[in-house]
């Protein structure tokens, strides 16, 4: 899109939960009760939204993780794989 003049700028995340239709119950296999996750990202250039993702994860498969800010000293001497001293 950015060659055609619309160059992204910043987006918008909206992370909820709910029921899931009957169609995505049997799509993601999922277990009566069992909730969806659903995240919509809108992508914005500085005029107007250009561009909407909408992503349905099975609400008892997943895990939402996210850094915010410099934690690079949080993961300095890891040795197992995993990061060191992460709180997950």
């Given at each position: 899109m950015?060659e055609?003049?619309?160059?992204?700028?910043g987006?918008?995340?909206?992370?909820?939960?709910?029921?899931p239709?009957?169609?995505?119950?049997?799509?993601l296999?999922?277990?009566?009760?069992?909730?969806?996750?659903?995240?919509?990202?809108?992508a914005?250039?500085?005029?107007?939204?250009?561009?909407?993702?909408e992503?349905?994860?099975?609400?008892?498969?997943?895990?939402?993780?996210?850094?915010?800010?410099?934690l690079?000293?949080?993961?300095?001497?890891?040795?197992?794989?995993?990061?060191?001293?992460?709180?997950?």
């Amino acid at each position: 899109m950015a060659e055609h003049g619309h160059v992204e700028i910043g987006y918008l995340d909206e992370i909820t939960t709910r029921m899931p239709t009957p169609d995505e119950a049997r799509t993601l296999d999922l277990g009566a009760g069992v909730p969806v996750l659903m995240y919509v990202r809108t992508a914005y250039t500085k005029d107007r939204p250009v561009r909407l993702t909408e992503t349905i994860f099975a609400g008892d498969r997943n895990r939402l993780v996210y850094e915010l800010g410099q934690l690079n000293a949080l993961y300095e001497g890891g040795t197992d794989g995993d990061r060191a001293g992460s709180p997950r």
